[in-house]
Nanobody, 118 residues
Framework: QVQLAESGGGLVQVGGSLRLSCAAS????????MGWYRQAPGKQRELVAT???????NYADSVKGRFTISRDNSKNTVYLQMNSLKPEEASVYYC????????????WGQGTHGTVSS
């Protein structure tokens, strides 16, 4: 069982920045994919950014150039630096981790709110 603890959400103005953190309860080296999704009210959960295999990353087109995903392996933590935030990006941001053993096991954090005021 993998537990994910998110932090760093809050209220910012349009154009502001937030930095989210997600700490895993297990070594990050056994996690095959780890990153961030978001879900705005009335909308489906969508990919924001994630580490895939090794150091490869995948970003939603809408955040490229503004958001950066990074990690600290010694802390089993993944970060999401979000700059130039837009009102429509106000969402609950969820950390996601995929661990593949004999089957895929997907884990989610509890979510952290990012609110963007205009």
């Amino acid at each position: 069982q993998v537990q994910l603890a998110e932090s760093g959400g809050g209220l910012v103005q349009v154009g502001g920045s937030l930095r989210l953190s997600c700490a895993a309860s297990v070594s990050i080296f056994i996690i095959n994919r780890m990153g961030w999704y978001r879900q705005a009210p009335g909308k489906q959960r969508e990919l924001v950014a994630t580490f895939t295999s090794g150091d490869n990353t995948n970003y939603a087109d809408s955040v490229k150039g503004r958001f950066t995903i990074s990690r600290d392996n010694s802390k089993n933590t993944v970060y999401l630096q979000m700059n130039s935030l837009k009102p429509e990006e106000a969402s609950v941001y969820y950390c996601d981790a995929l661990v593949t053993t004999w089957k895929d096991n997907n884990y989610w954090g509890q979510g952290t709110h990012g609110t963007v005021s205009s």
